[in-house]
């Protein structure tokens, strides 16, 4: 055998380097990219610990507070789909630093006082964390191999709901002690405007100067939005986050109240849902890329997050504090699994598009729902106070959400290596 023929054979066996290798440039922006979803969710859960302070400085009612708070989710909504454009356009550099600059903006707009300067700052953060996630999500998916994506996108889940935690857990006693709640706010900002710096210096370019009118950034939605999946994709996330991001780190902390619970352990009892998202979203990530298939995984997650939630609401004192709450946030993460679904049922030259509409519909779900839970604890209440009661009916909008959600799961494809190589 000749040299050249041995060489042949032996590189024919070989590993493909683009399969294996991790790619440092990406994977250290995907790295900066976690530090800002940590401090976009943080923001996005902390105004659930301040409830009281938040309604005294302002006046608002429940249905006004849950109305700012939900201002977030309108505006993530819509830039969803501007940067799942902008990245598949321009790469990841200013896409990305224009997002962290924009929560920035809008967590020192948020702290300055007046209501409109609040709504505004609740609409600059949502804006800017639209960038986050799917920012992340398209480093990642350049950074490592794609074997690993969903685990990578586990662990992207992992930095944002470790900021959730850190948004109850920690900024609680924080604004109720040592800060007013109004410098925590400028603060985050500031923090987040150092970050964007970093964004601009150490992110990749882009690896060539975008071709066409702006407008046909906006192309690659027609593929990922003419297929069927992607609408199954994004309504069983949107489903699935509702409970968690605007039930448990919004109304988790009335909630326990209403149950008598002290307001530092309320906050820390109601930050356990985070925390279990922490440990659920890359175990469930990494199971679902380990067996080879996403539906099984995704409707145990299903099955484990109703059951939690069930116990939680109706039955309070079966499961020690603390338990329900974690038990719920590791179901929890099965949310993050159609991120890597829709992913994979749209073509590799649309990835950041995919999450970009895999946002939108998640979120637009939020952004009606957010303020619908506000005005329906309002209508079921007595008075100013939110009775256990009132919030048990109330719950009821989760429970039949779950419960969707796994009726639609259904109807998934699957997508899971395993499926693929059955094919």
Known sequence: MHVEDDDRLQRSFAPAPAAAAVHWPFALAWLLTLVF???????????????????????????????????????????????????????????????????????????????????????????????????????????????????????????????????????????????????????????????????????????????GPVWAMFAPYKIVLSNPQSYLCGIIGGLLFMPTTIGAMIWGVPFLRSLGVEPAEAASRASMVALGWVIGAPLLGFLADRVGRRKPVLLGGIVVMLAALLVIVYLPTLLPPYVGGLVLGIGSGAAMIPYSIIKEVNPDTVKGSATGAMNFLVFSLSAVLAPAFGFTLVRLSDGPTLSNETFREADLIWVAAIIVSFVLTLFLRETGAAAQRAR
């Open 37 to 211: 979803y940590f401090g976009q969710y943080a923001l996005r859960a902390a105004p659930g610990v301040m409830i009281p302070e938040l309604s005294a400085s302002f006046g608002l009612t429940a249905l006004g507070l849950s109305a700012l708070i939900g201002l977030y989710f309108y505006s993530y909504a819509g830039l969803s789909i501007v940067a799942g454009a902008a990245l598949d356009r321009y790469g990841a550099k200013r896409p990305i630093a224009f997002g962290v600059f924009c929560v920035a903006a809008g967590g020192v707009l948020f702290g300055l006082g007046p209501v409109a300067s609040a709504e505004a700052g609740r609409l600059f953060q949502g804006a800017g964390s639209g960038f986050a996630f799917t920012g992340a999500v398209y480093l990642a998916s350049r950074a490592f191999a794609d074997r690993w994506l969903a685990t990578a996108v586990g662990f992207t889940q992992l930095a944002g709901m470790l900021g959730g935690f850190a948004g109850q857990f920690a900024v609680g006693p924080l604004v109720h002690g040592a800060m007013a709640w109004q410098a925590f706010w400028i603060d985050a900002g500031l923090a987040l405007a150092a970050l964007g710096v970093l964004v601009l210096i150490l992110t990749p370019g882009a690896q060539a100067a975008p071709r």
